[in-house]
Structure formats: C-alpha cells, structure tokens
C-alpha cells in the first residue's frame, strides 16, 4: 500500500489514514472488496518489522480503538515472526510501554483493545522468558495493578489469565522442548503466587473489601478471578497435555508446595461462596474450579488423615449444593454439578467415603437429585452419562468395602436404576410421538456410553431389575400382539405400533 511512503513523509501524516483503513476494516457497513483493500494495506505494518515503531506512534496518538487494535495486533505478529531481530533492549522497551499505557490508558480503553494489548504482552513474555528478568518478573509489575483502581485490578488479571494460558498453549510455534521449559519454569516461579492472588480476590469481592463497584465492575473482576483460578487448577503441571477424552478421570497434579493452599479450609469455602452468591455462567464456573480442586493427586496429602479430612471438606460441600437446590435449576450449574459428582468418585474410594458422618445424608440427597433429574430435567440428556457413571462406579466399588461402613446402596440403587428405565421408555414414546421417522437409539456412542454404565446397576440386584423389566416388557408385547392381530391397521394404529417396538427397543 502506500502507507510507507506516507512514513516517509511525516508521521503524523499515517494517523488519520491508519484510522480511516481501520474503520474500513471493521465497519460494519464495509463491502467485501473494500474490506479487503483495508486489510492489503494495513498489512504492512505486521509483515515489515521496520514498522513496530510506526505502530507504537499510532497507538499514542489514536483514540479510535479500532485503529489501537490494529496498532496492538500488529506489534504482536511483528515481534513473534521477528523476534530475533529485535535487540534486547527493544524487547524491553516494547514490553514497558504496553504496561504504562494500560496503566494510563486501559479504564478509558475499549474491551477488545484490551484484549489484544493485554495478547502482546503475554506473547512478549513468553518470548524473553529466559532472556532478561525483567520478563519472567511480570508478576511483580501487575501487583501495582492489583492495588490500584478497580478497573485497574480487572486488567491486571486479565494479564494474569492470559500469561498464565500463554506459558501453558504452545501458541507461539515454539519447538516443544523448548515450550516445556518455559511452561515448568512459570509453573515454579509464579504459578503459584498467582493462584494465591486469585483466591485473595475472590475471597476480598464476596467480602465487600473493593468498596462501592458498579454492577458491571463486580460481574468483571468475579469473571476474572474465577477465570484465573480455574485456568491455575487446569493448567499442564507435569507436561502430559490432557486430551478431551481423559478429562473426566483426570487427576490434577499440583506440586508439593500447593499443599497448605489446597488443605487450608477457606479454599474450597471461598469456591463455594463463590458459586452461591453468582449469576451463571460465573457460578458453573466456580463449580469447575471446586471439581479440579476436588481432584487434587493423592500423594499431595501427607497421610490419609490429612486427605480424609479433605474428603469430609469435599463432601460437606456436596451437600451444601444439594440443599441449595433451586440453583441446580441452571443448566450450566446443573451439567457442571454432574460432572463433579463423577469426579469425586473417580478420585476417591467408596471406602473412604463411607468413613465421612456427612456420608449417609449426601448419598440420600444424591439419589433424590438423581431420580428428579432423570423424570423431569428438561436438559439432562447430556449430563445422564455423568450421573449413571456415578452410579455405576458407585456399585461396582461395593465388593471392596471390607465392613469399614455402610454403603446405602441397597437403598437406593434400585430406584434410581427403575428410574433410569422408565425415563429412556418414556423418551422414546414422546421422541417417536411426535417424530415418528426419529430413532430414538439412533446415536450409537451415546447409547453405548450409557448401557455400559447401567448396566453394572441392573446386575447389582439382578433379580429384582429383571422382575421390574419383565413387568413392563410382557404388557408391550401384548399389546403388540393384539395390534399386529387385529388385521388391517389403520394409519393411527400403525404409529402405535412403531412406538411400541420403540419401546420394547429400549
């Protein structure tokens, strides 16, 4: 484009033009083509690393934040493709500036400038990790934001959230190696400090310890520190990069040093304030934040006192959110809740669960949730699995409690497995009622996830489960028979006779 040979001429000069290519490039009311033309142009200031300070200019001079999003953008490719042919001081010098100027200017600036000032310094610190300290020192910097002004604690975590998913993404094209080594050592030098900041937030907003906040303020910084909490928790401590899939059955392998955060009983107190007292999604999002906690190694505890007195801690909480029903109403709490359960399970033994005095309550309430949910959750389908997996890891535990406690499951099981059954026949009669060509079992990996956790259920009283089923297949079967023998079947019966094969299906 003709944008250098406008540098050339005076600086002031590249301004108002970047600012008109700017609006062109993000103006709602752009064609394609036109679009098109302001990207070609614009480009040069991400593609030519003579130009990083050009785009510094523009972001002093510009109040327009598409232009200061253009600006912040382009410092970033420069500085990532380039980055060995910046000296080290221009590296440092890059990284001061976007640091003074979202202290001076981030309240006044608009989101996604934020955003994308917030991308460059992470992606900068990353790079210099191991070059200058004053790169892998970027903690101390961000705590004067943290004492500043509200608005100024809210960016200051967001760079805290977005460092911390930068050292964790290889996101720059690192050679792994090399990504492995930069992501250990944040994990030992600040990962730390910077979940305890999160927790001293949280802990300070639910407290009222930020004074009169706007609404929005409020909503902001509690989004922020959830976020950072749960982006720590998640994070790859030990390099194995969790798939989706292994998610579930993951166990969180915080190091050693964590001990005396994750032990200490205002933790998970904080999490659980957290949840009450926030509109969703922040209160799903303190709901994963309690899970990963939940699924801390069991090596961290020194003893199994130690990490029974956990359990006990984990459990109470359970329970807390069982009698706070109303909320589980929510569907992201509701879905998150389930996973939860299914991850206490999968991290301790029925064995030790048995040994808590809260025990004997939470399994009831448990069961309750799980009968409700299966008659009358209008969006349990894709939370059913985590609920039968419970179960299921539930019964098939039972043969190695050695009389350390009561299990309940006698109790409880065959409702919950009736339940189960009657809710699949049920969705079957409406899903083929009301769409008779729809095959209710027509998704073969959902429907085998769930037959292989129901079916531990029916073993465990295998003679009562056959009774129940015999006791509504034999009817279907007769009322089968009396259609297919009546002759010739009108259009109502015939739909009646497919949900009924629909039925015994199931």
């Not at 001081?89 to 989101?111: F, H, I, M």
């Not at 690192?174 to 600040?190: N, Q, T």
């Not at 409020?218 to 390099?239: H, M, P, T």
């Not at 040994?355 to 949730?369: G, H, Q, R, T, W």
Request: glycine share 4%.
């Amino acid at each position: 484009g003709g944008l250098p040979a406008k540098k050339r001429g005076s600086r002031m000069d590249v301004v108002p033009e970047v600012e008109a290519l700017a609006a062109q490039l993000y103006g709602s009311s752009t064609t394609n083509d036109a679009r098109a033309e302001a990207e070609r142009q614009l480009s040069v200031f991400s593609s030519n690393p003579e130009m990083l300070d050009s785009a510094r200019q523009i972001l002093d001079r510009s109040t327009q934040p598409f232009a200061q999003h253009v600006a912040a953008t382009a410092m970033s490719k420069l500085l990532t493709l380039n980055w060995g042919r910046f000296s080290s001081q221009q590296r440092v010098d890059v990284r001061n500036y976007v640091l003074s100027y979202l202290a001076s200017q981030g309240p006044s600036l608009q989101g996604f400038v934020i955003v994308a000032l917030v991308s460059l310094l992470a992606r900068i610190t990353k790079l210099g990790w191991f070059e200058n300290p004053d790169h892998s020192d970027i903690t101390k910097e961000v705590g004067q934001f943290l004492s500043a002004s509200v608005d100024h604690c809210i960016i200051g975590l967001q760079i805290l959230n977005e460092l911390s998913t930068e050292m964790n993404t290889n996101k720059a094209g690192h050679a792994l190696s090399l990504h492995r080594k930069k992501s250990v050592s944040f994990r030992d030098r600040s990962l730390l400090p910077i979940f305890q900041i999160s927790m001293q937030t949280l802990s300070s907003v639910l407290a009222g310890g930020y004074g009169q906040m706007t609404p929005e303020q409020d909503v902001k910084l509690r989004e922020q520190a959830l976020k950072l909490c749960n982006c720590c928790l998640s994070y790859d401590f030990i390099g194995t990069s969790n798939d989706e899939s292994t998610e579930d059955v993951g166990t969180v392998q915080v190091p050693t040093n964590w001990r005396s955060l994750v032990e200490d009983e205002n933790t998970l107190h904080t999490l659980l304030q957290a949840y009450s007292s926030s509109a969703s999604p922040h209160s799903a999002l303190a709901m994963e934040c309690i899970s990963q906690l939940a699924s801390v190694r069991r090596s961290l505890f020194p003893n199994q006192e130690a990490r029974q007195a956990f359990l006990a801690r984990v459990l109470a909480a359970l329970v807390a959110i069982l009698r706070g029903e109303a909320r589980l109403g929510e569907e992201l709490n509701f879905h998150e809740f389930c996973r939860l359960l299914s991850r206490v399970k999968s991290n301790f033994q029925l064995s030790e669960m048995v040994k808590c005095d809260i025990y004997p309550e939470l399994i009831s309430l448990v069961a309750n949730f799980t009968v409700h949910s299966l008659q009358s959750c209008q969006f349990a389908s894709n939370s059913v699995y985590y609920l039968l997996q419970l179960w299921s890891r539930l019964v098939t535990s039972v043969a190695y409690l050695k009389g350390e406690g009561e299990s309940h499951l006698d109790r409880y099981v065959p409702q919950v497995t009736q339940t189960y059954i009657l809710s699949k026949l049920q969705s079957a009669r409406e899903s083929l009622r009301a769409n008779p060509s729809e095959d209710p079992m027509e998704s073969e990996e959902q429907l085998v996830d769930q037959l292989d956790s129901a079916s531990p259920l029916c073993r465990y009283q295998y003679d009562r489960t056959a009774e129940f089923l015999l006791n509504l297949f034999d009817p279907l079967v007769s009322q089968l028979q009396q259609l297919a023998g009546a002759g010739t079947v009108s259009n109502s019966g015939s739909s009646e006779m497919e949900v009924l094969e629909g039925e015994l299906a199931w």
